[in-house]
């Protein structure tokens, strides 16, 4: 009898070997790349479900494994092992994951050879596995990136964060026009800040209401910088780095004139998409934000950083990243900064945010920029917005948003956001 699931957990393996290849590729890359395309949507979301909970819970995976090797095997019949591992100790049925596994590293041109020892070695973690896996602790960052998290947030805060990695995100949105109706239809809840949440969701293009555009995937974190911007009907709004355009959406559904720049082609065309199904309108313009023109009454830069606060969607981040260009995604912020400075009316406001857990992409780059600019002051009193904790609120005024806060309620990506006014 054919094995199921083999397709899907094949795919999740090809997954794991290039995000943890010695020259890694984001998920998000493989992705756009199609490489799950061949596959039937509930493969490619098996298999895409997969590999991301055995990168969460790999630091636990391994090190139930190990006890069961004497030395690594090649990295492709360790992605086996790992997913299949996985599997188990979140509850899989014993001889079908065994069976599966066995069967997917018995069909590979390589490594069929080691079928055996995958045989050997998930039967054992079948037997103990699901009873060590609660024992051990919650896996941490690589350290590379725990480093300087610890130094920033403190070893608490630290766990904390990667309770909040390991449990995963739920499925947020935002309303065009009304939460309420959204959350009835979805099956979700409004949270305080007006996004809605479902915990169980399945396929995204399938709920109620998206076909219609009644709303947009967008965390609820990220739904806060336009929420802190407050744009009005008819202002003329700038939106920088704008794609896929979760924030231009909210921009354009408040009636504001918006203009929004990014240099990535594909992703402005995925704006375009969005925009199309939404019945919303937005000025699209792909170019360097840095070309920018014009002159704006609020500006919205979402900057470009190193995306350290979305680890919960995407965990292959610490596994295919080392760190190496956030020094560049740095010096890049501050030149955005000031470009869109000359942009703004006097008097005229701009939010800056990024989806970063480094301070020196958020709290630290308002600091400098406030002195580099003599007319710039941070717009503490725009952070009043429904649902925002005082207790978010940082030193120089702006707002820090971290994933353990609402910890009971699902988390929310790290973001940082400040409103900066332009002197009259
Ligand atoms: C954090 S994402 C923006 C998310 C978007 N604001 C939203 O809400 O959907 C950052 C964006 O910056 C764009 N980007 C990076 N460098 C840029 C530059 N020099 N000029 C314009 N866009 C840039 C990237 O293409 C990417 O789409």
Redesign the pocket.
């Known amino acids: 009898m054919a094995e199921t699931g083999v397709d899907a957990r094949r795919s999740a393996v090809y997954l794991l070997d290039q995000i943890l290849d010695d020259e890694p590729r984001l998920l998000s890359e493989l992705l756009g790349a199609g490489v799950l395309d061949r596959l039937a949507p509930d493969d490619r979301a098996r298999a895409q479900r997969l590999a991301m909970e055995t990168l969460r819970g790999m630091e636990r995976a391994d090190r139930i494994l190990q006890k069961h090797l004497r030395k690594y095997p090649p990295l492709t019949v360790r992605n086996a092992l790992r997913v299949g591992t996985i599997e188990l100790c979140q509850g899989g049925a014993a001889h079908g994951v065994v069976n599966a596994m066995v069967t997917l590293i018995a069909g590979h041109k390589r490594y069929g050879h080691l079928k055996g020892l995958v045989n050997a070695v998930l039967r054992k973690v079948a037997a103990e596995g699901p009873e060590i896996w609660p024992t051990l602790r919650t896996p941490r960052l690589p350290k590379w990136l725990r480093g300087p998290l610890v130094e920033a947030w403190g070893p608490q805060a630290m766990a904390a964060i990667e309770a909040a990695h390991f449990a995963g995100a739920p499925l947020d949105l935002t309303a065009r026009s009304d939460p309420a109706a959204v959350a009835e239809a979805v099956g979700g809840v409004v949270l305080p800040t007006g996004s809605v949440r479902v915990a169980d969701a399945g396929q995204v293009t399938g709920m109620p209401g998206y076909a219609a555009g009644d709303w947009w995937v967008q965390d609820a974190a990220?739904a806060l910088p336009v929420r802190v911007l407050g744009p009005q009907q008819g202002e003329a709004i700038l939106d920088?780095?704008?794609?896929?355009?979760?924030?231009t959406m909210q921009l354009a559904a408040a009636g504001a004139d918006v203009t929004a720049?990014?240099?990535?082609e594909g992703?402005m065309a995925r704006v375009k998409e969005n925009l199309k199904r939404t019945g919303l309108r937005a000025d699209l313009q792909v170019k360097?934000?840095?070309a920018a023109t014009g002159a704006y009454d609020a500006i919205l830069l979402?900057?470009?950083?190193s995306a350290t606060g979305t680890i919960r969607r995407h965990p292959d981040l610490p596994f295919a990243k080392d760190g190496a260009e956030f020094g560049a995604l740095i010096a890049?912020q501050e030149e955005l900064i000031d470009h869109a400075w000359g942009l703004l009316k006097p008097g005229g406001r701009m939010v800056f945010c990024t989806?970063s857990l480094l301070p020196d992409e958020g709290e630290v780059q308002v600091d400098e920029a406030l002195e580099r600019h003599g007319d710039m002051r941070v717009d503490s009193d725009a952070l009043a917005c429904e649902g925002v904790d005082a207790g978010w609120i940082t030193a120089e005024g702006g707002l820090r948003l971290r994933p353990d806060y609402w910890a009971d309620a699902g988390g929310m990506d790290g973001f940082y956001i400040a409103c900066l006014r332009k002197e009259a």
């Open positions: 990220a920088l780095c704008a794609a896929p355009g979760g924030k720049v990014d240099d990535a992703r360097d934000a840095r979402d900057a470009p950083c890049l989806c």
